[in-house]
């Protein structure tokens, strides 16, 4: 009998386990993987079963990717274009509902729901409110624009009436259009325009002058809004920008260079 029999034969009478050279040098973990008992090669495994898409159905399968990708690309492009043509005029009728921004209420879309006439009423036992006026214009626009008067002092409910003086100091024909502001801020709901040329084109010719009208009240209730107690002076803010058509006809801003 040769040695290494005799060896394995004296380890088993020991109650010893025998491991070889190789395997003594191994972690645990990759001699139990290298002693670790070998499954039998089915075919019937789950790989052998897949079958491989044909170049048709690969091709379907990419142009199905490509037509979502446009219609997903199409719709943003779209939904811009229209959020784009309708932020200005949902802003600007946020705005007079609501006096978001220093913008005064429309008298039609006052939120008391009562008899416009029930508003235009003068509460003579108040206080007298100043009204002053602001005016500026555009870089780009070669107008002189200004208030004919300085202030003017109302009730509550009572309507008032004021001007403003446009001039084109150009030798061409241009057109204008304003925006407004009333500060401060918790003021314009309050803010009833009656008559305005505000956000409408003005379209003047090279040296012409105009007067421009501004009829309006300050709706009564502004007299028990907790916010504006206290609150005896009111600015109202026009400021004219050139303006323009664009190729589908909308009259659009002209921008200031910077």
Known sequence: MNKPVRALQALRGRGEQWVCSSCS???????????????PYSGSSR?????????DQVRAQLRRKNLNGIYYTLSLILGTVALSYG????????CQQTGWGGQPINT???????DPETRLQPVTGAKRLRIT?????????PWKFKPQQREVRVLPGETALAFYTATNTSDDDIIGVATY??????????FGKIQCFCFEE?????????DMPVFFY??????????TKGIEELTLSYTFFKAKYDREGHLRPVPTPR
């Open 47 to 55: 790989l052998m079963d897949y079958v491989a898409p044909t170049p």
């Open 108 to 114: 039609s879309h006052a939120s008391t729901g009562s």
């Open 25 to 39: 040098r191994l972690p645990a973990a990759a001699m139990l993987l290298r002693h670790a008992p070998r499954r």
């Open 133 to 141: 006026f602001a005016s500026s214009v555009s870089d780009v626009l």
């Open 202 to 210: 003005q379209r003047l010719r090279a040296g012409e002058t105009v």
């Open 218 to 227: 300050i709706d009564p209730e502004f007299l028990s809004d907790i916010n």
């Open 181 to 190: 502001s009333v500060t401060p801020g918790q003021v314009a709901p309050y």
């Open 87 to 94: 932020s200005v005029p949902m802003y600007k009728m946020i």
